[in-house]
Structures are given as C-alpha cells and as structure tokens.
C-alpha cells in the first residue's frame, strides 16, 4: 500500500440482512467469492517463509500477494497449494516498457524459475503507479504488455494473468456510484489501452480500496456502520435507484461504473488491497482492535457469500486482504504499521475467520470504538462544535435549474416544512433561491433524522455542523 489518498467518500452501499449472508456462506460456497492475503515485509521481526507458508495453510488462506519475487518466499510456497501473485516494482517499469528482453529475462528468473511448482497466478506490474512521485505512469502499459509477451515465450500466459493495482484517486468522481468517472488526464493515454489489454488476454483490474481513509476524514457524514458492514438503513443512488449498505461495495461499483462510461463493463475486478488499521494516532480517528475485527470480519462474511454488487449483482470477487503482518519498519502515520492481522509472533491480532466453515462460529460484537478522536471540524471549516448537530444547506455554486427542482421536490414530494419560507412568513427573508433551498433542504434533513444521504439533493447540499445564518431564520435541529 503506497500512502493511499484519504477521500472517496462515497456513501451509496449494498449488502443483504446478516443473517442471510451467515445462512447463504454457510449453504453457498461453489457460488462464493475469494480471499487472500497481503504478505509485505517491511519488518524486521518477521517469521521464515517457511513458517509463514505453513500460517496460511493453516489458517485456510489459499491465495497470497507479495511485493517483489523474493527466492526465499516463492520456493517456501512451492507445493503448498496456496495461489500467488508476485509484483514487479515501479522502479522496474521503465526497464521493462523500453526493453523486452529485459522483461524475458525478468520473468525468466522470477517467475518460470518457481512455476508451476509454485502456482503464480498472476504477476502485478507496478502498483498504484498514478500516484508513484517518480512519474512511471506513461511506462506501464507498455511494460505490462511486454512482461505478457514474455509468457507467452513459456507458454504461461493462459496461466498467469498481468494487470496492475490502481488506487481510487485514479478515479474523477465516485459519488454516486453510478457516476463512477475515471479522471480525464488517464483515459486515453492509460486506461483505454490497459483494459483493452486486459479484455484480450482475459485478465481483469487490480484495484485498492480502503473504506477507513474515507471514514477516517469523513467520520462526520459517514456512518461507522455502514463503513464496517454492520447493519444500517441503506442510501439509494439515485441516479439508477440502487440501495447500497456498505461503503467498499460503493466504491468498488464506482470502478465497475468508471470501467462501463468507457466501454469496458465486460472486465473483472481484484481487490488486491483492503484493510482496517488496529491501531492509530489521535487524529486517526476509527483505528482500533475492535473497528478492525469488525471490517475484515464482515468483508471476509461478505465476500464468501457469493453476493455481488449492485452494478454487476452476479460478479465473485477476489478480495486481498492488508495485511498479515503487522510491519514495524513502514514509515508514516502510525496506522501504517498496524495493519496486521497477526503480529510477527504469529498470535493473532484479532480472531475472525478466512474460510466458510470458520464463519459458522463467527459472530460480530458492534462496539462503539472509534479509535483517536473525533473531529469537530464540520464542512464549513469552523472548529467550534455544536453538540454533534448538524444541518444541511444549499450548494450556493449549483446551478439555478438544480437548485428549484431540489427546493420543489424538499417541499412536495420530500415533505419538508416549508411554510416558513411562503411570503409574509418568518424566513421569507432573504428572498433568494440559495436561502429558501438551505431551510427546505434542512427541513427534509431533520425531518429523516439526519440520515446518510438525506443531505445530498444530487449534489445540490451538504452537511454543515455551525448553524447556518440566513437574515433572522433560525434553522430547526430537529422534528
């Protein structure tokens, strides 16, 4: 995980009754998804290879990614029956895009030395290279291409798919899901010749997604439950009125979304990195054992399921999990070294299953466990809190036309109380279309208890937590 870009707060989410996900992964495994593992190494504390082959054996994780080709890791897999895919680092695309006998060679030694005694599944090219600060964006398809080549050489190229893990700043727009964008400046020189790759040789996209970054800047819209799986009413996209209960499958239906506005709803999707810190600082707000247990716990649940998204409702994802190790080596924050689902000593960090038989016994405790504190800081920028208040107002740079058909379905359809801005009434004033929309908008708001998505009008409202000040109108808090 490089420092992965902490937005993509999306907020539209899909999911069924955990019941139901319990009963269906206890009857439904030939129809379910997959999970893995992320095995980095920065550390200096951790077990042999052999032992770890012998955890993940034990612990029923059949598939693992690693970054790099390290000789000791691959032969210590060799017959364990555990799937993996390797990486070529960024520092190496350039090599690999100018020369091809530069790939063969690479591939040569660090790939058909092991295979298929040690089962490669599938080789990552770089990783999250739209954010490397070396610039290595414009080597990569032509390194993915000829690392392909250089399979099909030895007749692995059936075997052994080629992609690369994107992070979701790759993508302009997220919110709703269904307006999944990629960014402008990626779509022709990158994104179009890479899923044309990865149609024609059947491979699918890598892609890392970690809900806790956008929880973690937005704990104040976004609910605590929904990022983690647990139970909550839902948000409806209203662009295509599909409900959604999770923020991972919001995300990951905004790359399925992005990958559909050019063309290319027929490629599949890895998430090669998702995870929850144990542990963070102060203003790591969400980092902690139990809000860790909980995400992976009910991914795993989700996953193993079989159910899909609802943009591809049929589509089994392969999920990778960040990470197995905690790694006391990794720079920044202190979530980055806390990311382990075991500590080097191999005891687990928290207990929660990776197989459809542990799920039988698998319970998730919901407790309030935020982790650091929370962030008083509302949308406007001020830093006084108001008892966790919050209100909704107008989007004042929407255009006009957005902003009344917001206002006439707030007063109409919505429900909300707008006898308050008629003519003569006491926040008739100011007369301007901003200031009627924010006390509609509001109304409706409060009206549905302040509810994930109630402040969204299509983009034409946001959450504020100072009470907004419009004349001598007083906003309600609450109905």
Known sequence: MLCSPKFQSTMEYFNVPLLLLLILSIFSHSDGGSIGVNYGRIADNLPSASKVAELLKSQGLDRVKVYDTDPAVLKALAGSGVKVTVDLPNELLFSAARRPSFAYSWVQRNVAAYHPATQIEAIAVGNEVFVDPQNTTRFLVPAMKNIHSALEKYNFHDDIKVSSPIALSALQNSYPSSAGSFRPDLIEPVFKPMLDFLRQTGSYLMVNAYPFFAYESNSDVISLDYALFRENPGVVDARNGNRYFSLFDAQIDAVFAAMSAIKYDDVSIVVTETGWPSKGDPNEIGASVENAAAYNGNLVKRILTGVGTPLRPKENLTVYLFALFNEDKKVGPTSERNYGLFYPNEDKVYDIPFTVEGLKNYHDNPTPVTGGRRNSKGSSGNSHSYSGQT?????????????????????????????????????????????????????????????????????????????????????????
């Open 391 to 479: 209100w909704c107002v107008a989007n004042g740079d929407e255009e006009k036309e957005k902003l009344q058909v917001a206002l006439d379905f707030a007063c109409g359809e919505g429900g909300a109380d707008c006898r308050p801005i008629q003519p003569g009434s006491t926040c008739y004033d100011p007369n301007t279309l901003e200031a009627h929309a924010s006390f509609a908008f509001n109304s409706y708001y409060q009206k549905k208890g302040r509810a994930i998505g109630t402040c969204y009008f299509g983009g034409a409202a946001y959450v504020v937590a100072i009470p907004p000040k419009y004349g001598k109108c007083e906003f309600p808090t609450g109905y």
